[in-house]
């Protein structure tokens, strides 16, 4: 079964090759110049959440980094590479923070049953939980408190994007730049906006504030 599977994705990424060579046949040399995405996504590592595929978004329009419940952690070197290197370089216009609903992660960090190495990373999901823990904790409704859970903790992973010196620094020196707060409906196949946007850091407590 698993030969079979490796042949067969195969077989599709050539089908796939000519399907985009028979609509362009410079499709491939064009993409071979170089990138200049507008997006930079930041999603879930779930396999049900392809980031260009749900915002009919074609090769070369969206920059992507994925982990484990589509956090921001400032210690995050691999995180902190895609972003210095999306804002700087490929000067992209919008950062999308990008979570989805019945979300493993959120969920994990709801519980106490350990998984292994993750439970360390999840550490991070906790944190969110501690800090609106009166507000979850009165939801009774189990499903309705994890929907909340979600859309919680991409409002806060927003929040710490716009912390980061890197964003910061671009707003300084006067980029276009602004952060948006998503959540993706695994059974509808829609995105909620939040509504938590940031293009400048006057939203931002004054401690938060970088001065350089």
């Not at 079964?1 to 490796?6: A, I, L, P, V």
């Amino acid at each position: 079964m698993g030969s079979e599977f490796y042949k067969k994705i195969l077989e599709n990424n050539k089908a796939w090759s000519e399907t985009k060579l028979a609509k362009d046949p410079e499709f491939f040399n064009k993409l071979a110049q170089g990138q200049s995405p507008p997006l930079l996504w930041i999603g879930c590592s779930d396999s049900r959440v392809p980031a260009n595929e749900i915002i009919g978004a074609q090769p070369g329009e969206v920059f992507v980094h994925r982990n484990i419940a589509n956090m921001v952690v400032h210690s995050d070197m691999n995180m902190l590479s895609v972003l210095d290197y999306a804002v700087n370089a490929l000067k992209v216009k919008h950062v999308i923070v990008c979570g989805h609903y019945g979300c493993g992660g959120v969920n994990a960090a709801m519980g106490n049953q350990s998984i292994g190495v993750i439970d360390n990373w999840i550490r991070h999901i906790k944190d969110v939980y501690r800090h609106h823990r009166a507000y979850l904790d009165s939801i009774i409704d189990e499903k309705k408190r994890f929907d909340a859970f979600v859309e919680i903790n991409v409002k806060e992973q927003v929040c710490d994007l716009a912390k980061t010196s890197i964003v910061q620094s671009a707003w300084k020196n006067g980029q276009e730049l602004c952060l948006h707060g998503w959540v993706y409906g695994l059974d509808t196949g829609i995105v909620k906006d939040l509504e938590v946007n940031f293009c400048d850091n006057n939203d931002l407590d004054k401690v938060d504030r970088l001065v350089f």
